[in-house]
């Protein structure tokens, strides 16, 4: 039962690099998210998708892209990392909120 | 500005004893709201929630308490155990309102500690 998968689960990126963050579902569910949570913090919506083919912006979608070519993958590709990117990120799904999440990737941008 | 607050950064209550989490929000458009359990170093789990429609969700020992006047819910846990210790995340999203219906906003979160 794997439920939401994310990799890497922690990265160091340098300034200006570019990474993509893996997510992937196994329960045919059409709505997938992108958060963020910096310390001491909720977490924040980057991107969302209600199905494949189909994403929409969050609260703070700058810096990121997303693509949703299928119902079980969910990449976020962030292009020029930037120290204010460092975070953990979290993916998650649902029928429709969010109801099982990843278990993260820990990512610092030095 | 916070639209939904947790301002209880961290609560100890003893094992079998009630826990209460407390949650306030600002932003009248908030119709549905959830309860996410989060363990270290593993992305949160949901919990339980409630429709503004109701006042009340109860799911074992979880209870989800809504009062739409005082814009303010709480989570109870009855009895806390030693497993509930964990950072609890109050979210709400305007399911009414289309578009953002999506979005959840989510409190900062209050650190549990169940001792035993």
């Known amino acids: 039962n794997a439920g939401v998968t994310q990799t890497p689960k922690f990265r160091i990126l340098k300034i200006g690099q570019s990474m993509t963050l893996q997510c992937t579902q196994d329960m045919n569910h059409n709505y997938m998210y992108w958060y963020r949570q910096d310390p001491g913090m909720g977490l924040k919506l980057i991107y969302y998708s209600v199905g494949a083919g189909i994403t929409d912006k969050g609260e703070v979608p700058n810096g990121y892209n997303v693509s949703r070519s299928t119902t079980e993958d969910f990449p976020l590709r962030l292009e020029l990392a930037a120290p204010s990117q460092t975070s953990v990120y979290f993916c998650?799904?649902?029928?429709?909120?969010?109801?099982?999440f990843g278990d993260g990737t820990r990512l610092s941008i030095l | 500005d916070q639209q939904v607050k947790q301002n209880s950064p961290s609560l100890s209550v003893q094992e079998g004893r009630i826990s209460i989490l407390n949650c306030d929000y600002t932003?009248?458009?908030?119709?549905?709201f959830l309860w996410y359990k989060k363990y270290p170093a593993e992305g949160p789990t949901f919990l339980i929630s409630i429709s503004s429609i109701k006042d009340k969700n109860e799911d074992g020992r979880f209870t989800v308490f809504l009062n739409k006047s005082a814009k303010h819910l709480s989570l109870h846990i009855v009895p806390s155990q030693p497993g509930d210790s964990a950072v609890y995340f109050c979210a709400a999203s305007a399911e009414s309102s289309g578009a953002g219906s999506y979005q959840l906003t989510f409190g900062k979160g209050t650190k549990l500690s169940v001792i035993p």
């Open positions: 932003n009248s458009m908030f119709d549905y």
């Open positions: 998650a799904s649902g029928r429709n909120q969010p109801q099982h």
